[in-house]
């Protein structure tokens, strides 16, 4: 068992007592850092950055030594897995991933298999062992994958889209040969995650960007049963620790009550949602993870530490079970000291819900 200087974000995700509301930020490793965008330059292409092992690491490190953060996040991308399957990941500037064999019929499905984690997906493996050996338990590190409903979108339609007409039209017109690709999607992340937490990974979280798109009872067909999958079939108790694993969609507030019965240890919140409204609703099962809007942060200081208060509030005493996050990622433009002082505040601020 490696022994954790701070553990304070796992034992807020089990609902564990703790002295401060634990924090971290989704995408903290990456563009608003002027450190990582010099790394990018060297590294030549974003795939290359994620390929190579100590380059994964000094990102994911990076942020770390700038601000007091509760835990690291594995850099990678959520489309390795789909990359893995052959549908050749590519990245064109500012138009964000696209594949060059997206998938367009059952046939292209029956093709493709589950990539074996330790091979087609090896570089990741070794970035999650470097990184471990790196962070000298410092605070944990959090592995992560996209749901199969999100992966789906982008292998079908291509690449991003707003429409989601290509992935919806085989949804409504062929729904057998989608839930025959979510499957397929859902046994590799079980497969991909797992080898992440045997890696070293101490938590873990699945990435719905996507499922907001879809009505209640399509979201409960073609993304939440394959969540809940996902959950029951991953490794729960690693190095003498439970692993929490937390479930996110974007959009997904309404949805609460039936993300949380999944059997996972936590809920992601967006900011469309109140997080007085999601305890109320959930947070006796779960812990909550969120949900300051990314946008707050171009804010002056004091508006941010104003907002950091109020959603500290909301959630109330007994705050344990809360990390804080923002709702997304944060933006690309933001100034790093933004970032640092709604970090500091949360710190500072939440002690008082810990007494």
Request: hydrophobic share 40%; charged share 20%.
């Amino acid at each position: 068992m490696t022994e954790l200087k701070n553990d304070n974000y796992l034992r807020a995700l089990l609902k564990q007592p703790v002295d401060y509301t634990p924090v971290w930020m989704m995408r903290q490793a990456g563009r608003y850092l002027p450190e990582y965008r010099k790394l990018r330059a060297t590294a030549g292409d974003f795939m290359s950055l994620c390929r190579n092992a100590e380059f994964a690491c000094e990102v994911t490190i990076q942020p770390l030594r700038r601000f007091k953060l509760d835990a690291a996040i594995l850099f990678s991308d959520i489309l390795t897995i789909p990359d893995a399957m052959g549908l050749g990941l590519y990245f064109e500037t500012g138009e964000g991933p696209k594949f060059t064999n997206p998938i367009t019929c059952k046939a292209d499905i029956e093709k493709i298999g589950i990539p074996d984690p330790e091979d087609e997906l090896g570089y990741v493996m070794n970035a999650v062992r470097t990184i471990r050996k790196e962070l000298n338990g410092e605070v944990p590190l959090i592995g992560f994958s996209g749901s199969p409903w999100t992966l789906a979108t982008y292998m079908i339609e291509g690449g991003s889209s707003k429409a989601f007409t290509k992935i919806k039209k085989m949804m409504f017109s062929d729904p057998q040969s989608l839930h025959l690709l979510l499957d397929k999607l859902a046994d590799s992340v079980i497969s991909y995650l797992n080898a992440q937490i045997a890696a070293g990974a101490q938590s873990v979280m699945v990435f719905d960007t996507w499922g907001g798109v879809l009505s209640p009872r399509d979201y409960k067909d073609f993304s939440l049963q394959y969540m809940a999958k996902i959950v029951d079939g991953l490794t729960r108790h690693a190095d003498g620790r439970q692993v929490p694993v937390t479930l996110f969609t974007k959009n997904g507030g309404m949805w609460l009550e039936d993300i949380a019965a999944t059997g996972c240890d936590a809920v992601g919140l967006d900011w469309t949602i109140d997080i007085e409204n999601a305890k109320a609703r959930v947070g006796d099962k779960v812990a909550l993870q969120g949900n300051m809007d990314p946008s707050m942060l171009y804010a002056p200081l004091p508006r941010i530490e104003q907002e950091v208060a109020k959603i500290l509030a909301s959630y109330g005493t007994g705050g344990t079970g809360h990390v804080f996050n923002l709702g997304h990622g944060i933006h690309p433009d933001v100034k790093p000291e933004h970032a640092g002082h709604f970090i500091e505040s949360v710190h500072r601020l939440s002690k008082q819900y810990h007494l």
